[in-house]
């Protein structure tokens, strides 16, 4: 569920961090030097094609994680403190239906099956997407476009 990588000090996550610990394993009690992950991928004929695990439900675990990994807890605040109220054991999964269709199709790239195909510059052939919104539209959808803070916020968009 972490590791070390080059010559850091602390571990990184390998799943995302709200990825429940295997049952036995207490992350804080080990350093968190010997956790399994409960996440899971679905593999057809040696792709994969899903993946998905069960969420820490628990607030304590989930602020250990946090800042064992040295994520800010008040960026999350409200993780925690929905996980306070109560939250139930959940999990979930997201299958890849383009990988999946590829390989139905035999296709010789998955880009052969994407609904809706991107360029290499991340712009839609179709629609031009993305374009700047018409102070017109603006108004419609009763949104506003708003420019970065600074560049940190677009970096980490990226």
Request: charged residues 20%; hydrophobic residues 35%; negative net charge.
């Amino acid at each position: 569920m972490y590791k070390v990588v080059g010559l850091e000090t602390k571990a990184r996550g390998c799943a995302q961090c709200h990825t429940k610990n295997g049952t036995g394993d207490l992350p804080a009690e080990s350093g968190f030097s010997i956790v399994r992950s409960l996440h899971y991928d679905l593999v057809l004929n040696g792709c994969e094609v899903g993946g998905g695990s069960v969420r820490i439900h628990d607030p304590l675990l989930q602020g250990q994680v946090l800042d064992y990994l040295g994520v800010d807890r008040i960026s999350l605040q409200h993780l925690l403190d929905a996980l306070s109220s109560g939250c139930p054991p959940h999990a979930g999964i997201a299958l890849g239906l383009d990988r999946l269709l590829s390989l139905i199709c035999h296709a010789a790239s998955i880009r052969d099956v994407i609904a809706f195909p991107k360029t290499l510059e991340g712009r839609d052939p179709m629609s031009g997407a993305p374009v700047p919104i018409s102070e017109q539209d603006q108004k419609l959808y009763h949104i506003r476009s708003l420019e970065p803070m600074d560049d940190t916020c677009v970096e980490s968009a990226q």
